[in-house]
């Protein structure tokens, strides 16, 4: 039996037997946050766990919080927390999986269990249900994406047309007037004079 704390309301006999008797198991489970600013990190995370453990068929066994520290590149910030976890089966495993996605997983008991077809199949599905989630969020994203790219893009057109009209002819002063870098306007121009909205006499761009 894996060494454990005594959790409110659960002896060590009691945990035990929940083990050996009635099939709960014992996982370590390190959840991990990333993002900013850092009080948000240590506040979220402590909530997310508190959220795990308001479930009755979870209880926490043990709970610890690494000190949040600045991500490699600076820029975030990355919490984690080490938590065991006496989980009443194989389904409320999945469930936590799919719901709360710990950075990774170690079964401590039991050693050794056997599996039934339904518990293969149960996870499964879950897996299944979590990916056609994740798909149809990244469809609705790359949709969103592609929405914000064309107004984007042509409100960028716009503002060089504009800046063509109020006198604006050269590229350095066509990026001025709007604030992009030349090298960036560059596929724009191109755009737009195949498209015949811009000429190019010269060096200079005038409204075709």
């Known amino acids: ?52 453990k308001t479930d009755e068929r979870v209880h926490c066994l043990s709970e610890e919080y690494a000190p949040v520290e600045k991500t490699d590149d600076g820029d975030f910030f990355t919490g984690f927390c080490d938590a065991d976890l006496l989980v009443q089966n194989l389904e409320t495993l999945n469930w936590l999986m799919v719901n709360f996605m710990p950075a990774s997983i170690e079964i401590l008991e039991p050693a050794e269990f056997k599996l039934e077809a339904r518990h293969i199949q149960n996870w499964l599905n879950d897996m299944v249900a979590k990916l056609h989630e994740i798909s149809g969020n990244v469809r609705q994203g790359n949709n ?3 929405f914000l790219t064309k107004n984007m893009n042509a409100l960028i057109q716009n503002m060089i047309l504009m ?8 590229t350095a002063e066509i990026s001025k007037k709007v ?6 306007l560059k596929p724009f121009f191109e755009h737009m004079i195949k498209n015949g909205q811009l000429a190019l006499n010269g060096k200079k761009y005038e409204k075709a």
């Open 163 to 170: 800046a063509v009209s109020g006198g604006a002819s050269t």
């Open 1 to 52: 039996m894996a060494k454990v704390k005594k959790v409110k309301g659960l002896s060590q006999d009691e945990i035990k037997k929940k083990v050996k008797k009635e099939g709960w198991l014992i996982v370590k489970m390190i959840f991990e946050m990333v993002g900013k600013p850092k009080e948000h990190i240590e506040k979220t995370l402590k909530a997310y766990m508190t959220n795990i």
């Open 144 to 146: 969103t994406i592609q």
């Open 179 to 184: 604030g992009i870098p030349e090298e960036q």
